[in-house]
C-alpha cells in the first residue's frame, strides 16, 4: 500500500487509483487520468491572471487533479469538488483530510447537473463525465469564469470551430456566445485508466462578451438552435421550417424583412454576428412566446 504523500501536487495517478480501492467504471463516465505529464500541464492552461482563489472541479474520482488544483491554488485559495459517486467522495475527503481540515477543499458529494453550487467561485478545471458534458458546461458557461476542461476531441473540435467548417454548428456558436473557445491540447486514450473508446481534448474558455448585441439571450440561443437543425437547407426555410422550434409566431414576417443575403445563406456559414441580427429581427417581427 502507498503511503499518502504530505505535499500537494505530488500524488502519483496509479497510487490514488490505488488507494482508493477502486477501478473507474465506463458505464459511470469514470475515467481516470494516469499520465501525470498530462495533469501537471492542466492548472496552467487557465488564462494568465486568473483569479485562482476558489476553483471549481467538476468530478474528482480519486483526485489526481483536485490534488495538483491544491498545489496551485494560493495560499488562501480554495478547491471544491462536486463527486457524484460516494465512494469517491468518501476517498476524497479521507484523502484530502488535511486540506479538507484547513478549509482548503470542500467535496460535494451530488449530481453536477443540480447540485448547489458555491456561488463564489473564480475558475473551473474539470475532466468532466463526458455523457454529461454539455449540460455541465453551459450550466458553468454563464457564470463567466475562466475555464479548463476535458472534453471528447470531437466535441471539443465543434465547440471551438469557425464559420464555414464542417465542424461549425449550433454549440461553437452557442458556446461562443460566453466565452472564447480554444482547443489547447489533444489527449489520447492511453492518458487514462479505463481508456475511453474516443480522443480527448483540454480546451480553454476565456470569459468575453460578444460582439453583437442580442434582446435577449435565451431567444437567441433557441434560434441557432432551431436553424442548425436545418443545416443543409436554406436559412430562409431553416427559419420558417422550425418555428415550432424557435417559438416564433410569425416565421413568415421574419423571411419578410431579413436581409436577402443571410436568407440565401446555409446556417454553417454565418457568423455569429449573422445570426444576431437575425435573432434581433425575430424578436422584433417574428411574434416570439
Ligand atoms: C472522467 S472522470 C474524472 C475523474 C478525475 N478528475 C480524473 O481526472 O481522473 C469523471 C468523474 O465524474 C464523476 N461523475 C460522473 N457523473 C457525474 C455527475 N453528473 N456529477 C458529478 N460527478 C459526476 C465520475 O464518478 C468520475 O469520478
Redesign the pocket.
Known amino acids: 500500500m502507498s503511503e499518502r504523500p504530505v505535499r500537494a501536487g505530488t500524488r502519483d495517478p496509479d497510487a490514488l487509483v490505488q488507494r482508493a480501492g477502486a477501478r ?1 467504471d465506463p458505464n ?6 494516469v499520465d501525470d505529464r498530462v495533469v501537471d500541464r492542466i492548472p496552467g492552461y487557465l488564462p494568465e491572471g486568473t483569479d485562482r482563489s476558489h476553483v471549481l ?10 490534488d495538483r488544483l491544491l498545489a496551485s491554488a494560493p495560499e488562501d485559495g480554495r478547491v471544491t469538488v ?4 460516494p465512494m ?1 467522495a468518501g476517498f476524497l475527503r479521507e484523502e484530502f483530510a488535511d486540506a479538507v481540515e484547513a478549509g482548503r477543499l470542500g467535496v460535494v458529494e ?4 443540480d447540485v448547489d453550487l458555491p456561488d463564489d467561485v473564480t475558475a473551473s478545471v ?5 455523457s ?1 458534458s454539455s449540460k455541465i458546461t453551459f450550466r458553468l458557461l454563464p457564470l463567466q469564469i475562466p475555464m479548463v476542461l476535458m472534453f471528447q476531441r470531437e466535441f471539443a473540435e465543434r465547440m471551438a470551430a469557425e464559420p464555414g467548417t464542417s465542424e461549425y454548428g449550433r454549440l461553437s456558436v452557442t458556446a461562443g456566445h460566453y466565452a472564447g473557445v480554444e482547443v489547447v491540447e489533444p489527449v489520447p486514450k492511453e492518458a487514462f485508466s479505463p481508456e475511453p473508446a474516443v480522443e480527448s481534448a483540454l480546451v480553454r474558455l476565456t470569459p468575453r462578451d460578444p460582439d453583437y448585441t442580442v434582446p435577449n439571450a435565451d431567444f437567441f440561443l433557441r434560434f441557432v438552435t432551431a436553424v442548425f437543425t436545418q443545416r443543409r437547407k436554406t436559412v430562409r426555410n431553416a427559419i420558417r421550417n422550425t418555428a415550432h422550434i424557435s417559438e416564433l409566431d410569425d416565421a413568415d414576417a421574419v423571411v419578410a424583412e431579413a436581409d436577402e443575403e443571410l436568407l440565401s445563406a446555409r446556417a454553417g456559414d454565418l457568423s455569429p454576428a449573422d445570426f444576431a441580427e437575425l435573432a434581433s429581427l425575430a424578436w422584433r417581427v417574428g411574434e416570439p412566446r
Do not use: I, K, M
Not at 459511470?28 to 487520468?33: A, G, K, S, V
Open positions: 473507474g459511470h463516465d469514470q475515467h481516470f487520468l472541479e467538476v468530478g474528482g474520482g480519486p483526485g489526481v487533479l483536485t462536486v463527486e457524484r459517486d469517491f451530488g449530481n453536477a447537473l474539470s475532466n468532466l463525465p463526458y454529461v
